[in-house]
T-cell receptor, first 117, second 115 residues
């Protein structure tokens, strides 16, 4: 069984400050890991994904995440927050098994990011 | 850029009524999914669909739920007799065939309100 824990349902940062959103996962097999962002009244948009090619993954809008197997973590960071980054962020895990169409995503509870002037 | 679309954006229905939520996945995608998000809770997997059959379903996806791909473009979720606890945002997603690492593309969701 797979699961995701996101610490901090709400994170507030100042514009220009470092963004750090935490994600820890549990999976019985090597996982694929994803970060999605949801802006108000919109669907989920992929920020980045880890598929084993490199442990440091770069995504859109200046975000990146580092896969740390020893810590079972996949934290999302951005060096300098922008007002437009205010949104809800979801970490998700999928098992690395081709099950003929399965590969469901298991999501964390989400972190609402607020960016203040 | 191709995108997943969903209709309606908001559906209000009375308890016990049937609802059909519609999705148009990206045209060359072959794997389809439904997820739901109850207000204030996490996004939960409901069902995955491939090659015209359900490939996996969650405990939530009981006999009241069904999915169908009635033609080459639409993918629907039917709830036969809605309950108050079915009120949620329902997301459709699709992905390319091949590696499981391929991302799932999500639609904007349908907000279902059961009164």
């Amino acid at each position: 069984a797979q699961s995701v824990t996101q610490l901090g349902s709400h994170v507030s940062v100042s514009e220009g400050a470092l963004v750090l959103l935490r994600c820890n996962y549990s999976s019985s097999v090597p996982p694929y890991l994803f970060w999605y962002v949801q802006y108000p009244n919109q669907g989920l948009q992929l920020l980045l994904k880890y598929t084993s090619a490199a442990t440091l993954v770069k995504g859109i809008n200046g975000f990146e995440a580092e896969f740390k197997k020893s810590e079972t973590s996949f934290h999302l960071t951005k060096p300098s927050a922008h007002m437009s980054d205010a949104a809800e962020y979801f970490c998700a895990v999928s098992e690395r098994v081709l099950t003929g169409g399965g590969n469901k995503l298991t999501f964390g509870t989400g972190t609402q990011l607020k960016v203040e002037l | 850029e191709p995108e997943v679309t969903q209709t309606p954006s908001h559906q209000v229905t009375q308890m016990g009524q049937e609802v059909i939520l519609r999705c148009v996945p990206i045209s060359n995608h072959l794997y389809f999914y439904w997820y739901r998000q109850i207000l204030g809770q996490k996004v939960e997997f409901l069902v995955s669909f491939y090659n015209n059959e359900i490939s996996e379903k969650s405990e939530i996806f009981d006999d009241q739920f069904s999915v169908e791909r009635p033609d080459g473009s639409n993918f629907t979720l039917k709830i036969r007799s809605t309950k108050l606890e079915d009120s949620a945002m329902y997301f459709c997603a699709s992905r390319l065939p091949g590696a499981a690492s391929y991302e799932q593309y999500f639609g904007p969701g349908t907000r279902l309100t059961v009164t």
